[in-house]
């Protein structure tokens, strides 16, 4: 049996259809759920992907893809998240991912699918290819498209001390405009981690850019100001 069908097997034994619509409503999706939550979900694709070893990285890339492209079910594209970040494939991260992942980002476009992307995945691929990866990031963060945009300014959410400041900052800036709530939202959200390694920082960047609103109050929310 093919990995895919694997896949989607084990996710239909998984699931429990009463809580398939409820989870749809939820995420707003157009894409019907079958009712896998994250729990179980996980421990059955952790024995599919385990019985199911890909030998080389093209294999893998093209694996995560048609489970993607071919998903009919939003479980389906949380298998393809989760095979593209499986412990077995590290050595896989590399810049040839980029275009997945981007592909990924952009007809993923909702934040239960991009989020993962963003902070496990594309900064994953920034600390390791730090060269490559800034100059991408800065153009993603000035695209057209708001989920490239939110997946620069989350990138680094992970970082901590290691966050390039100055990167954070220049993928911030282009969206200090935008008044979509996923910006804004991102904005607060890279903030808010930044602030647990250097709240005063964040706090003088917060009042320097005038940043009001839910920004503001996501970025500063578990600091002692206003």
């Known amino acids: 049996m093919s990995l895919g069908k694997a896949v989607r097997l084990a996710l239909q034994e998984a699931a429990e259809p009463d809580k398939a619509e409820p989870m749809r409503a939820y995420m707003k999706s157009e894409m019907p759920f079958l009712g896998v939550q994250a729990v179980p979900r996980r421990a059955a694709l952790r024995r599919v992907f385990a019985g199911h070893r890909i030998d080389s990285a093209p294999e893998w890339r093209r694996a995560v893809l048609s489970l993607w492209r071919e998903a009919e079910y939003r479980e389906e594209r949380y298998a393809a998240v989760e095979l593209s970040g499986y412990h077995f494939y590290r050595d ?91 910006a804004r939202k991102a904005i607060g959200w890279a903030l808010r981690e930044y602030a647990k390694t250097n709240p005063d920082e964040v706090v003088r960047y917060v009042r320097a850019k005038g940043i009001s609103g839910l920004s503001r109050r996501e970025a500063l929310k578990n600091l002692p100001v206003g």
């Open 92 to 182: 896989f991260q590399t810049l040839y991912t980029v275009p997945m992942y981007e592909e990924m980002v952009v007809t993923g476009a909702w934040w239960d699918l991009v989020d993962e992307l963003a902070t496990h995945r594309v900064g994953g691929l920034l600390t390791a290819y730090p060269d490559s990866m800034r100059p991408l990031m800065l153009e993603w963060a000035a695209d057209a498209d708001l989920w490239k945009r939110r997946t620069a300014i989350l990138c680094q959410n992970r970082f901590k001390s290691r966050t390039d400041t100055a990167l954070l900052y220049a993928c911030i800036e282009p969206s200090l405009s935008d008044n979509d709530f996923f």
